[in-house]
């Protein structure tokens, strides 16, 4: 895999710069419209036919790219819900038939249809752009720190030149994202706030990691509530920028803001000491995965959702 990963890697850059270099030599650079840049390079010289075939091939691989997403965010709701941070009941239901975590793929898909029906394309295309190059930030800190935590853990590929490697990456993700406009990063710190909403206020109490401790909810409201009205009387202090009371409202969403953040913070904690939240159905991610690979109800092994019933569970690394 990661042969095919690098190789494939190699092969699109080389394209993209072929590409590139017949698109200036069509139209200069400074008259290429970055909307449709191939599809207008062939329509001014002349080639109409071409600019079709242009434009189904681009649909048809934007559809392929947007099936696979949408195929894999579902599994990741799947490994969340057995890792106890949201429910698993709906996202780690795992259709008899079809053995696919059904409910979240519908939900997935009903939220993507939502995003691109009524916000704009060009926004859209920001904030997935940045949202994965933050993720990748994430991998390659992670690969730092797992050397450093488990450092004899069996890794069928091992990445070379540790800590260059990942620091190269992790330095020419934040290039690209700090190349966007201001308003992603904007929309990034207020998805990692509702992120951090759902953690604190469920998957703490709820994650394999950590049933059983609940500590003082203190320093945590103070998180959430800074953290929230922040972010609340910063998006509206932005947002109303040509109305005369800017500033009351500002306030408002602030304190809102911080009501809201203690609330959940106090509300998890309260919740979690009474058994209002119980612990995981299972032994969670960890335990579950390395014991059985995932097993249904009728016993069938379903680490992966599109394995057959038939697949064996496999042993897993604990370690990694």
């Known amino acids: 895999m990661p042969v095919g990963i690098i190789a494939s890697l190699i092969i699109c850059t080389i394209l993209y710069i072929a590409v590139s270099a017949v698109l200036t030599g069509m139209v200069p650079y400074k008259e290429i419209n970055i909307d449709a840049p191939?599809?207008?390079?062939?329509?001014?010289?002349?080639?109409?036919?071409?600019?079709?075939?242009?434009?189904?091939?681009?649909?048809?691989?934007?559809?392929?790219?947007?099936?696979?997403?949408?195929?894999?965010?579902?599994?990741?709701?799947?490994?969340?819900?057995?890792?106890?941070?949201?429910p698993n009941s709906f996202f780690g239901d795992i259709h008899?038939?079809?053995?696919?975590?059904?409910?979240?793929?519908?939900?997935?898909?009903?939220?993507?249809?939502?995003?691109?029906?009524?916000?704009?394309?060009?926004i859209l295309a920001e904030m997935t752009s940045i949202g994965t190059l933050f993720a990748f930030v994430i991998v390659c800190g992670a690969v730092m720190v797992m050397r450093r935590t488990n450092p004899n853990a069996?890794?069928?590929?091992?990445?070379?030149?540790?800590?260059?490697?990942?620091?190269?990456?992790?330095?020419?993700?934040?290039?690209?994202?700090?190349?966007?406009?201001?308003?992603?990063?904007?929309?990034?710190?207020?998805?990692?706030?509702?992120?951090?909403?759902?953690?604190?206020?469920?998957?703490?109490?709820?994650?394999?990691?950590?049933?059983?401790?609940?500590?003082?909810?203190?320093?945590?409201?103070?998180?959430?509530?800074?953290?929230?009205?922040?972010?609340?009387?910063?998006?509206?202090?932005?947002?109303?920028?040509?109305?005369?009371?800017?500033l009351m409202y500002t306030v408002v969403a602030a304190l809102i803001g911080i009501a809201i953040g203690v609330a959940i913070a106090f509300l998890g904690h309260s919740m979690a000491r009474s058994g209002k939240i119980p612990p995981p159905s299972h032994p969670g991610s960890l335990a579950h995965e390395i014991k059985t690979h995932g097993v249904s109800p009728a016993g069938q092994a379903v680490g992966d959702p599109d394995a057959p019933p038939s697949s064996p569970a496999g042993d897993i690394d604990s370690r990694v």
């Open 38 to 86: 191939v599809v207008e390079a062939f329509k001014r010289a002349g080639l109409v036919w071409m600019q079709y075939l242009v434009a189904a091939g681009a649909m048809t691989g934007i559809t392929s790219v947007l099936l696979v997403m949408m195929l894999s965010q579902p599994r990741v709701m799947l490994a969340l819900g057995r890792d106890g941070l949201v």
């Open 96 to 122: 008899p038939k079809f053995r696919t975590p059904w409910k979240s793929t519908i939900l997935t898909g009903l939220f993507v249809a939502s995003m691109a029906g009524f916000i704009p394309l060009s």
């Open 154 to 246: 069996n890794r069928p590929f091992r990445a070379p030149f540790v800590p260059l490697v990942p620091i190269l990456g992790i330095l020419t993700c934040l290039l690209l994202m700090f190349s966007l406009p201001a308003e992603n990063w904007y929309r990034l710190i207020i998805w990692l706030v509702i992120g951090f909403n759902i953690y604190f206020g469920y998957g703490r109490y709820r994650s394999v990691m950590s049933v059983g401790e609940v500590g003082s909810p203190a320093a945590l409201a103070i998180l959430l509530g800074a953290l929230d009205g922040l972010v609340a009387g910063v998006a509206t202090y932005m947002f109303m920028e040509t109305s005369p009371s800017r």
